[in-house]
């Protein structure tokens, strides 16, 4: 069972202006190769864009993206995959931000009232209106880094939830005292559930991925919860390290199956094989 709607984080100048700041290159040097006035790249990243096939295929070419998912991105109509599989439930909690939404995401046994929360939204009573009334429990907190729309809401769910360990990325000052710092390559169990650290930075130095599993059932596809490493249609800006962010996105696109649900900190629902065939930056 998986509760879904929000719109991509991402439009077509998100997605070139991400694409130059990995590049390096301004928008005169893309107009340049591209073969397009630099003013309508300006437009395009103010999003009043409207290009032709053709030059969506130059500034495919230019910036290394995949043109199939750029091409999709400027018509309106990137692919959505049906999410299933999942040996558990996965409630998505959106929250406004900017024009879009902020996620955090519960995983539990379907008809159980305890689950296990990744990010904490921008505030605590924004989450609670949409948190499951039948998750009344928690066996653990997990943030995948510190930004203000993925923890704004911790301090006080912490109050409610005074037991309950958190863990978080290594080489945060800022989480709760009795947090726990997990590395790469940290494993939890918590019930069914195996919950396995991937360190992922590029977007800030500090950031993790968790990759949720049930060991029990093989066949059931795991949940990579992203942060912003990953979205539909899109990656998180790399504020930290370009390199990094380049480096953990290909270890997410080598080391994991196709089948992996993404469940990324901002926009809808994805999976692996979705994002390699579609995504503009997943080559």
């Not at 093989?218 to 990656?235: E, M, R, T, W």
Request: hydrophobic share 40%; proline share 7%.
């Amino acid at each position: 069972m998986v509760i879904e709607y929000a719109p991509l984080e991402d439009e077509l100048g998100d997605v070139l202006d991400k694409a130059m700041r990995h590049q390096g290159i301004s928008e005169f040097t893309l107009a340049s190769t591209a073969q397009i006035p630099a003013e309508r790249i300006r437009d395009a990243i103010d999003y009043r864009g409207d290009f032709s096939r053709e030059e969506l295929q130059r500034l495919a070419r230019a910036l290394s993206l995949n043109e199939v998912g750029l091409q999709a991105l400027a018509q309106g109509r990137y692919p959505r995959p049906e999410i299933s599989g999942l040996p558990f439930c996965l409630y998505p909690l959106r929250t406004p931000h900017g024009i879009g939404v902020a996620n955090a995401y519960l995983v539990a046994e379907c008809g159980s009232n305890t689950g296990v929360l990744f990010d904490a939204g921008l505030n605590y009573a924004q989450i609670r209106r949409v948190w499951p009334r039948s998750l009344v429990n928690l066996n653990a907190i997990f943030v995948t880094h510190v930004e203000q729309e993925h923890v704004g809401g911790l301090e006080a769910l912490c109050k409610d939830y005074p037991a309950v360990p958190v863990f978080g990325p290594k080489a945060i000052s800022s989480l709760p005292t009795h947090a726990t710092a997990l590395g790469e390559g940290s494993t939890l169990t918590f019930g069914r559930f195996q919950i396995q650290v991937r360190h992922t930075p590029g977007h800030v130095a500090a950031h993790n991925s968790y990759l949720v599993s049930v060991p029990s059932l093989p066949s059931g596809a795991a949940v990579f919860v992203s942060g912003d490493l990953l979205f539909a249609g899109s990656i998180g800006g790399a504020y930290h390290c370009h390199r990094q962010l380049r480096e953990s996105l290909r270890r997410l696109a080598n080391e994991l199956p196709d089948s992996t649900v993404i469940a990324p900190g901002h926009g809808p629902l994805t999976t692996l094989s979705n994002e390699r065939q579609f995504n503009p930056f997943l080559l």
